[in-house]
């Protein structure tokens, strides 16, 4: 089945806010074997919504709306959905006691504007919005169903969990089988990639479908594939697998899409190792990305977030004459923190990074996106001096990346040593 | 002048990658009184490119395009813009002599590829992507514009800011002004704040718009305006502004459109204070969250992530009884770590929080979501226990949230006890 979504909303035009909701659906649909053929964004405008719909039922389906929901002036989607399908606005009772629930759990009081929800078209089925405000609305024409849900992305994501996508499975269903297996590389540029697996591309079978997907640092390779008959299109998948294996072997770090971080937890979790980071330029950026990791605290213990040199000495025992001589961005005091915060909070393993984040604090032998990155693991210890492009938050991205990416390879490393 | 943008990618309707560019593109060309009227995503097929740009032609005096133009072979826009404006693919020696510094920029080597960028349509002007391998390509049609630019978001920035917008401004011009004033406002929630503003709402010029929009904690009002006569709209701004100040005052915590971590920092910059956090459940996202400004360094010293209550008694010093007696998410437990971080790391100010983010390490008296978090300002000190809604990354997000609005309402308070 294909899907439209159309994205609502005034702010997303003008770059305000970021639309997370599409990506979120696509993620959601995809897996059985609904198809998002196009995602549109459009303003708060009558004119434009109505539009959107003749368009998203002309091509699909089933059309998924997502914000101007919303108890103020600004949001018209639901007047807009009673014009294009027809019936007049009427009060219900349910979404009030519902609104009453919602807003009561947020320890809040119901005014004018949040009563004023309760009212919907008669022309649509209202699913009741557990973790808001603002109602769900099904509509149907000529076979084909809209479902317009709030902006907020936790409430259409708890609501399009709960109850949109079961009762969609329930009123569509689907033939064809979906298979998706990511593989996340390292070791490679894109286009090298590419040429490596040249002869295996050529060999794929029509139906399944292979993308590059490159982010910093790492290539998640995709293979997709769409067919009536699902074992066999297992089977075919299963074998590409293998051959993928053949070709890239431990360059592939995860078989899995997942975060460069759960990559890197599993690996410490498998091998009973723990960890800690001594930060910089990355100001808790690492341990962040670590922690967001269910169940990190099984590895993470720690980390000294160390801004000022005052800090990097008194806490976590740099040579003040080593700061002096050669700078905080250096071999020497990236090996120090990196060393000593890994005795300090007593773990195996430790990432450190300090470097020039930007805009200012650059120099010429120093420029902005100079950054010193340290790993360890047990005994072996690796720094390494790197000059990343950009601004400041695409430096300490970079940083945090690369670190994590240092500590995975000097894991590898050591798990051929043990062999 | 109307724009459509069409973000190309088959990575983007499966969900993998999130959509950006439209984003950016959209907060850059507003100020300059340009209006992105829609923003489609489609996949990597050369029917819906053709008919998105046909779409984008007939709403619109200028298209412009993201994504589908790398080395690889599930990239087709090149071809499909081929196919659309005409002509035949013809090799550009200054695209191979752009590509070659690329390249040579990054240390690595050029491939067949990477050389194959140097092809492009004879229908169309080269603008050199100085930061990439992609050429961007400016097409023209019965005074129409289409410009094709990549899919890496640092590479389209870039190279938006350089050269495209200019000469984009050198190609239309425009003469409405535009103007946008953005105030964050704490301490109401979005319906009672339209409450609050109902009858100021009611006396706003028709070309003047005003937008709610909710994050978790705060609320972004925004005033937009467009108009011919440009001291006109500024004057009725700067009166709406003022009305808006008489009317919220100090729930105003910022008159410009900033992070909260950044307004946090302008209040400690202007009263010479400094900060330091230490960091359970958080896993560093407040010290990340704060150094992500600019001349942060300026006030932020560092941080002791504590995930551990070895580490929690060790090095921040909080009691091991406490610890065994009360749990390490409790009252208790955050102010010692709070007080304790200032003293250690020498800071006027500190955050520091202790919950559980889930999904595991709930109980019944304790459930997954609630956040003990403190703040302190020299001899003032306050704490309160939260209970956050949603997934582990949303009860981290919200918790650094409230951390840093705790510390502004502090401050904010402190000012008023000091006048």
């Known amino acids: 089945m294909d899907i439209s979504i159309i994205v609502i909303g005034d702010e997303l035009l003008i770059g305000q806010v970021i639309d997370t909701n599409s990506g979120w659906i696509a993620r959601h649909v995809n897996p059985l074997g609904w198809n998002v053929k196009s995602i549109k964004v459009i303003g708060d405008n009558e004119k434009e919504i109505i539009s959107a719909i003749d368009e998203g039922f002309a091509n699909t389906d089933l059309v998924l709306t997502t914000g101007g929901l919303g108890p103020t002036k600004d949001d018209i989607t639901k007047e807009a959905m009673r014009k294009y399908f027809g019936g007049k606005m009427i009060y219900d009772k349910e979404i009030k006691k519902n609104v009453l629930e919602v807003v009561e759990k947020r320890h809040l009081k119901i005014n004018d504007l949040t009563a004023a929800q309760a009212y919907v078209p008669d022309s649509c089925r209202v699913i009741q919005n557990r973790v808001g405000t603002a109602p769900i609305m099904?509509?149907?024409?000529?076979?084909?169903?809209?479902?317009?849900?709030?902006?907020?992305?936790?409430?259409?994501?708890?609501?399009?969990?709960?109850?949109?996508?079961?009762?969609?499975?329930?009123?569509?269903?689907?033939?064809?089988?979906?298979?998706?297996?990511?593989?996340?590389?390292?070791?490679?540029s894109?286009?090298?990639?590419?040429?490596?697996?040249?002869?295996?591309?050529?060999n794929i079978p029509k139906y399944i479908h292979l993308a590059y997907l490159p982010r910093p640092g790492i290539i998640r390779l995709r293979l997709t594939g769409r067919y009536p008959d699902h074992a066999q299109l297992t089977n075919d998948m299963n074998k590409l697998s293998e051959q993928l294996h053949a070709?890239?072997?431990?360059?592939?770090?995860?078989?899995?899409?997942?975060?460069?971080?759960?990559?890197?937890?599993?690996?410490?979790?498998?091998?009973?190792?723990?960890?800690?980071?001594?930060?910089?330029?990355?100001?808790?950026?690492?341990?962040?990305?670590?922690?967001?990791?269910?169940?990190?605290?099984?590895?993470?213990?720690?980390?000294?977030?160390?801004?000022?040199?005052d800090i990097k000495h008194r806490i976590l025992g740099v040579s003040t004459d080593d700061l002096t001589t050669y700078g905080a961005v250096s071999q020497c005091v990236v090996e120090q923190m990196c060393e000593n915060v890994s005795s300090l909070l007593k773990t195996e393993c430790s990432i450190a990074t300090s470097g020039i984040a930007g805009p200012g604090g650059g120099s010429q032998s120093k420029p902005v996106g100079t950054v010193w990155i340290c790993v360890k693991c047990k005994t072996r210890i690796y720094s390494e001096c790197y000059q990343f492009p950009g601004t400041r938050d695409r430096v300490i991205d970079r940083a945090t990346m690369t670190g994590m990416l240092m500590l995975i390879k000097l894991l590898r490393e050591n798990k051929e040593t043990e062999e």
Request: net charge negative.
């Open 247 to 309: 070709i890239l072997g431990d360059s592939i770090i995860s078989y899995e899409d997942k975060p460069v971080a759960a990559i890197l937890g599993d690996m410490l979790r498998s091998r009973g190792l723990t960890v800690s980071t001594a930060e910089s330029c990355t100001g808790g950026n690492v341990a962040h990305e670590i922690t967001e990791i269910a169940g990190s605290s099984d590895y993470f213990k720690g980390s000294v977030i160390s801004y000022s040199n």
């Open 190 to 202: 894109e286009s090298a990639l590419a040429i490596k697996l040249e002869q295996f591309e050529q």
């Open 138 to 188: 099904w509509f149907e024409r000529q076979g084909k169903v809209l479902v317009a849900m709030p902006g907020v992305p936790f409430e259409t994501e708890q609501m399009m969990e709960r109850e949109v996508i079961p009762q969609l499975m329930k009123h569509f269903c689907s033939n064809e089988s979906i298979e998706h297996r990511t593989f996340i590389v390292i070791d490679f």
